[in-house]
């Protein structure tokens, strides 16, 4: 029996009032007493070894961990060590291959320095080069010839141009009549840088879209009077490209027409714009804030004569106000359906073609 059971059932009979013979004899001999001592003092070696045990293996582990990471640590140097060794021998072995190139080039420019006179004075050698030389030189200068013929041809010039001039009326229409106060001097200027065209061009190839292509109202003559105002044109230069405009438009669609009688359908329009840009023309001509009165009735009568009409003629065509009966009937007779958009755009496309082949 373990000396705790001896004690737990020592203590119970004692609670009871109760003397065992055990106790009795516990309490009455020293021995027994130094046998119960004897019997603990197993329990607490085995529990003073079980301390130490713990103590050593916690010992132990702190020890393996400090082991570990002094061997982290000097394998983290051994490796920075063998990287600092490895750039010194790249750049050891950098410099030598710099040297050996040095060293190598400088052969080559030897090698040649000696050996080209002696190359060249050989009639063979010296005429090869020539000829070879000859052949790409006249090459070079015949793919030369080439390029710029096909780049000044008068196809490609038409082609440039007709570009140019789509260009410019798009831009001019992303801002005329919505925006009118972006086109400026500068806005005009950057797109003399764009296109090429000077500022008498601009205005007349706007002028010619204008008298073609958009409607003809109060809109498109304070956008004419503002590009007019921008491009800076002296009242002589607008008067040739006034005079200009009506040879051009005579020269596609002939003399004023008097009656629609015997016709085709072509002729007819064609004479029908004819008839509606010269009234266009006459009333620019006759407007003070466009041409001062004295210049415009002079303009007015070189417009005349170039279409060959008569006064009769232009009480007929003359445009009075732009109001928007004046301006449907105007439009209609360039037969032109609604929105002002062109029936047909042979006429437009075939001008703009005429003025690329002239303007360059």
């Given at each position: 029996?373990s000396m705790s059971a001896v004690?737990?059932?020592?203590?119970s009979a004692?609670?009871?009032g109760q003397?065992?013979?055990?106790?009795?004899r516990?309490?009455a001999?020293?021995?027994?007493?130094?046998t119960?001592?004897?019997v603990?003092?197993?329990q607490?070696?085995?529990?003073a070894?079980?301390t130490?045990?713990?103590?050593?293996?916690?010992?132990?582990?702190?020890?393996?961990?400090v082991i570990?990471?002094?061997?982290k640590?000097?394998?983290?140097?051994?490796?920075e060590e063998e990287?600092m060794e490895e750039?010194?021998e790249y750049e050891?072995?950098?410099e030598e291959v710099?040297?050996?190139?040095?060293?190598?080039?400088?052969?080559?420019?030897?090698?040649?320095q000696?050996?080209a006179?002696?190359a060249w004075?050989?009639?063979?050698?010296?005429?090869t080069?020539?000829?070879?030389g000859a052949v790409?030189?006249?090459?070079?200068?015949w793919s030369?010839?080439?390029?710029f013929?096909?780049w000044?041809a008068p196809?490609?010039?038409?082609?440039?141009t007709v570009?140019?001039?789509k260009y410019?009326?798009?831009t001019l229409?992303?801002?005329?009549?919505a925006?009118?106060s972006?086109?400026?001097?500068?806005?005009i200027?950057?797109?003399?840088?764009e296109?090429?065209?000077?500022q008498?061009?601009i205005?007349?190839?706007?002028?010619?879209?204008?008298l073609?292509?958009?409607?003809?109202?109060t809109?498109?003559v304070?956008?004419?009077?503002h590009l007019?105002?921008?491009?800076?044109l002296?009242?002589?230069k607008?008067?040739?490209?006034?005079?200009?405009s009506a040879?051009?438009?005579?020269?596609r669609t002939g003399?004023?027409?008097?009656?629609p009688e015997?016709?085709?359908?072509s002729g007819?329009?064609k004479?029908?714009?004819?008839?509606?840009?010269?009234s266009?023309?006459?009333?620019?001509?006759d407007l003070p804030?466009?041409?001062p009165a004295?210049q415009?009735?002079?303009?007015?009568?070189?417009v005349m004569?170039?279409?060959?009409?008569t006064d009769?003629?232009?009480?007929e065509a003359?445009i009075t106000?732009?109001g928007e009966?004046?301006?449907?009937?105007?439009?209609k007779?360039m037969?032109?359906?609604?929105g002002?958009?062109?029936?047909s755009?042979?006429?437009?496309e075939?001008?703009?073609?005429e003025?690329?082949?002239?303007?360059e």
């Open positions: 029996m004690m737990a059932s020592t203590s004692c609670s009871a003397r065992t013979p055990c106790a009795v516990m309490s001999c020293p021995s027994t007493l130094r119960i001592r004897k603990q003092q197993p607490k070696i085995l529990n070894f079980s130490l045990t713990h103590h050593r293996g916690v010992a132990t582990h702190r020890r393996t961990g570990t990471a002094a061997k640590k000097e394998q983290e140097e051994n490796v990287e750039g010194v050891e072995v950098e710099m040297e050996e190139v040095a060293i190598e080039r400088q052969s080559i420019l030897t090698t040649i000696v050996n006179p002696k004075a050989m009639p063979g050698v010296r005429n080069a020539y000829t070879v790409l030189g006249a090459t070079l200068l030369c010839w080439n390029v013929k096909k000044s196809k490609a010039k038409r082609k440039r570009g140019a001039n410019l009326v798009e229409s992303e801002y005329l009549p925006q009118r972006g086109v400026t001097p500068g806005f200027n950057k797109l003399r840088f296109t090429g065209f000077k008498d061009l205005f007349r190839k706007y002028l010619r879209y204008m073609d292509q958009r409607p003809f109202d809109d498109a304070a956008d004419l009077l007019r105002t921008v491009c800076d002296p009242i002589e607008l008067l040739e490209l006034m005079e200009e040879k051009r438009t005579f020269e003399i004023l027409m008097r009656k015997g016709f085709t359908m007819l329009q004479k029908a714009t004819g008839r509606a840009t010269f266009k023309l006459m009333y620019l001509a804030e466009f041409i004295e415009g009735v002079k303009m007015q009568a070189k004569e170039i279409f060959g009409a009769e003629d232009f009480e003359r106000t732009l009966a004046d301006t449907a009937a105007l439009e007779l037969g032109r359906g609604e002002g958009q062109p029936m755009a042979d006429i437009s075939d001008e703009d073609e003025e690329g082949s002239k303007d």
